[in-house]
């Protein structure tokens, strides 16, 4: 049973950094696709970003390319997304999913497992 656990949420400044950590359990996630995505308060779900497992492939919403990075720990079975230069309204729940395969899937409907969240609020 795939477990997805979020963690490095927070209160940050305008401007600042954060580093989200998603540590994955429960099976080999070779062959996987992770992603990280997000959601404000009245809003729908969207993505952030993804890689795969094997980290041959990232791929990056417009709204955070430049800003945020996507990694992998491999030996440690986690997901990081390292989140800087934040603006107000990157104010969001963060969610790391996992999808098997290897895909530039950027809708949730596409990744079957998902973490509780994990909050970021952004102060101006």
């Known amino acids: 049973q795939v477990r997805l656990v979020e963690s490095g949420g927070g209160l940050v400044q305008a401007g600042g950094s954060l580093r989200l950590s998603c540590s994955a359990s429960g099976r080999t996630f070779s062959g996987y696709t992770m992603g990280w995505f997000r959601q404000a308060s009245g809003k729908e779900r969207e993505f952030v970003a993804l890689?795969?497992?094997?980290?041959?492939?990232?791929y990056y919403a417009d709204s955070v390319k430049g800003r945020f990075a996507i990694s992998r720990d491999i030996a440690k079975n986690t997901v990081y997304l390292q989140m800087n230069r934040l603006k107000p309204e990157d104010t969001a729940v963060y969610y790391c999913?996992?999808?098997?395969?290897?895909?530039?899937?950027?809708?949730?409907?596409?990744?079957?497992?998902w973490g509780q969240g994990t909050p970021v609020t952004v102060s101006s």
């Open positions: 999913a996992a999808r098997s395969g290897v895909a530039v899937a950027t809708e949730d409907y596409n990744y079957a497992n």
């Open positions: 890689i795969t497992w094997s980290g041959s492939l990232t």
